[in-house]
């Protein structure tokens, strides 16, 4: 039985108030809280085990890369990866999908090759691609959502070309909530010889992912939505995309030899990981997925569910508010508008009131806005910690909103 109070105890920053009410935090797509073993971690890290990682010969400096090296481990056990030398270690998303369009990308693409995006991408797997486009003359072709915000996996498959090189495509949208079948869409690249990047910075948060099941060239994590600490991250690299790869950053570690004249690398994964990384974040990060896979991927999910059921059910009871994204199955994240003069920040304001903490804007998806033609939505993302009494707290805020703004 899932005892979301037990769990709420383990987070400390739950149990503060905000403008004088309860905090309900309902931001968990921009950033997680963490819980107190995380915490606990990260003090003790730096309070008795701190010390620079891979370099050291001495008692601090062993203890510290133990730690750290550990996390490659459970990283590739959250993602279902049989062999963790598939594991980059990084400081999030962004520098992951940096890292495969400078080190993969780039010297594979040419002027006329094509990437295929969903137009529900966050900037972090859009931008990069721009660069390869302004550089190099790679070529983006969008792949529009239904009315529900549902993506089509035969439709990605469909827009396929002798020229497509690359598709990066989310797992789970993080203003939609939309999950995409993100296998079919894999089997097609592979079959055609096609890479596809996953990110999976969303979708890794809200259930349990098997990134060998599925069947992707590349799978980006971000720590920080994980429960972890900001600066942290993962991307998992099949082994034979990583032998194709070429180092994105230079610097201590990565290497094995440097002579004025030559330079030999480092192994993989090693090869891939630059300069003193987020020693500390990382040993964080390996608690907070040890703490979720105790709790329990499926278990987290099927709460997940119920919150997202029920507050679809009290949003429909608001006939003044238009939710962006109804795609059956999808995750607990609902980004909406409010009929009238309302802008989504002022909603925000008088949400954060009430103690409500929700996201207000483009949430890091132009294309997206722009296909929906909104200018900018209202976000409520839930996690595993968030309760049906909260869903009702956000009810009552935006009633309170409406009434001033009607
Ligand atoms: N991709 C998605 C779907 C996201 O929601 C985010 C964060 O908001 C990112 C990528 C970027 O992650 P980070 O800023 O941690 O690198």
Request: proline share 4%.
């Amino acid at each position: 039985m899932y005892d979301v109070a037990r769990i709420r105890a383990d987070f400390p920053i739950l149990s503060r108030e905000v403008n004088g009410k309860p905090l309900v935090y309902l931001d968990n797509g921009a950033s997680a809280q963490k819980p107190q073993v995380v915490i606990d971690a990260v003090t003790k890290a730096y309070a008795h085990e701190y010390a620079n990682v891979h370099r050291g010969l001495h008692t601090l400096s062993t203890i510290a890369t133990e730690k750290y090296e550990a996390v490659r481990g459970i990283v590739a056990r959250f993602l279902g990866v049989g062999d963790e030398e598939q594991i980059i270690l990084n400081s999030g998303t962004t520098e992951g999908i940096n890292m495969i369009a400078y080190g993969w990308a780039m010297p594979r693409l040419q002027a006329g090759d094509e990437i295929l995006l969903s137009v529900m991408e966050h900037h972090a797997n859009i931008v990069p691609w721009h660069f390869l486009r302004e550089r190099q003359g790679v070529v983006l072709k969008w792949v529009d959502v239904d009315s529900t915000g549902a993506l089509d996996p035969q439709a990605m498959i469909d827009a396929i070309t002798p020229k497509t090189k690359l598709i990066a495509v989310t797992h789970l949208s993080n203003v939609l909530g939309t999950k995409v079948d993100v296998k079919p869409i894999c089997a097609a690249a592979r079959a055609r010889g096609i890479a596809v990047m996953v990110d999976g910075s969303q979708a890794a948060v809200h259930g349990p992912v098997n990134v060998e099941a599925l069947g992707c060239d590349f799978y980006a994590i971000t720590g920080h939505k994980l429960y972890g600490p900001s600066g942290s991250g993962a991307i998992y690299v099949r082994k034979d995309r990583m032998a194709e790869m070429r180092p994105f950053m230079g610097g201590g570690d990565m290497i094995k030899e440097v002579s004025r004249d030559a330079v030999i690398y480092n192994d993989p994964p090693m090869k891939f990981e630059a300069g003193t990384p987020g020693i500390v974040q990382t040993i964080g990060l390996g608690v907070a997925l040890e703490y979720m896979m105790n709790v329990g991927m499926e278990a987290i999910a099927a709460h997940e569910e119920d919150l997202g059921r029920y507050t679809q059910d009290r949003l429909n009871g608001l006939n003044w508010i238009t939710v962006q994204g109804t795609a059956p199955g999808k995750a607990a994240i609902f980004s909406f508008t409010m009929d009238g003069a309302a802008h989504a920040h002022d909603i925000s304001t008088i949400l954060d009131k009430k103690g409500v903490a929700v996201r207000a804007g483009q949430h890091c998806t132009g294309p997206l806005m722009a296909h929906l033609g909104v200018d900018a939505t209202c976000r409520a993302s839930f996690g595993m910690y968030n309760t049906r009494e909260e869903v009702d707290l956000l009810i009552e805020a935006l009633e309170l909103a409406h009434d001033l703004f009607a």
